[in-house]
């Protein structure tokens, strides 16, 4: 059973570019949930994608955005970055959108925007 | 809206020194509890959770009771190792709409030393 897959590992951008970040689920789950975690601060939920459509957002601007694929991998985007965006962004796989069995996270992935 | 308080950090303590961390929590229904744990460089583990009140949730000679009177789900371990140094999370999932997202505390590092 292969866990949550996150890529790339670091990642360096410069304000007002975009980025994109992958999450490969772990085998079996449909629900990937992404989270921003800036330094000395617990995560924040960003949203949830179900069944290839968002079901819930957290309070980030719309240029956070993202996709689910068939095969239940994610990704997150982020549009005309900001100095403030920079944190760890970690991917969360869950067997059902209520998390009842749990969720599996990756180990992150760390943006730097300068 | 939701809320999890926890302790600040950071918390020392010696090889065999016994642990609590307090985590208390805000919530408009019946969330269930987590603690996740966070070695340096990676990303979220699952320490233990409980569903309902009284539950005790315990892993690893970790353990924690969901209070619900006292709305409360302190981390206690009666004997610390150095491989327990590592940042722990307190978090909540209740609904919010369609989906269960988790919102965290923000962290208490805790290290142990030899």
């Known amino acids: 059973e292969t866990g949550v897959t996150q890529s790339p590992t670091h990642l360096i951008k410069t304000r007002g570019q975009q980025v994109t970040l992958r999450c490969s689920s772990q085998?079996?789950?449909?629900?990937v949930s992404w989270y921003q975690q800036a330094l000395g601060q617990g995560p924040q939920f960003i949203f949830q994608?179900?069944?290839?459509?968002?079901?819930g957002r957290g309070n980030f601007p719309p240029r956070f955005s993202g996709l689910q694929f068939p095969n239940y991998s994610s990704e997150l985007n982020v549009n005309a970055l900001e100095l403030d965006d920079s944190a760890l962004y970690l991917c969360?796989?869950?067997?059902?959108?209520?998390?009842?069995?749990?969720?599996?996270f990756g180990s992150g992935t760390r943006l730097t925007v300068v | 809206g939701n809320s999890v308080t926890q302790m600040e950090g950071p918390v020392t303590l010696s090889e065999e020194a016994f642990l609590t961390i307090n985590c208390t929590y805000t919530?408009?229904?019946?969330?269930?509890l987590f603690w996740y744990v966070q070695y340096p460089g990676e990303g979220l583990q699952l320490l233990l959770k409980?569903?309902?009140?009284?539950d005790k949730g315990s892993n690893k000679g970790f353990e924690a009771t969901y209070r619900k009177e006292t709305t409360s789900f302190h981390l206690e371990k009666g004997s610390v190792q150095v491989s327990d140094s590592a940042v722990y999370f307190c978090?909540?999932?209740?609904?919010?709409?369609?989906?269960?997202?988790?919102?965290f505390g923000k962290g208490t590092l805790l290290t142990v030393n030899p």
């Open positions: 969360a796989s869950s067997l059902a959108a209520t998390g009842s069995y749990g969720y599996t």
């Open positions: 085998s079996g789950h449909n629900t």
């Open positions: 994608y179900y069944r290839e459509e968002e079901n």
């Open positions: 919530a408009t229904g019946y969330p269930s």
């Open positions: 409980a569903t309902k009140a009284d």
């Open positions: 978090a909540l999932s209740d609904r919010g709409g369609s989906n269960y997202k988790l919102t």
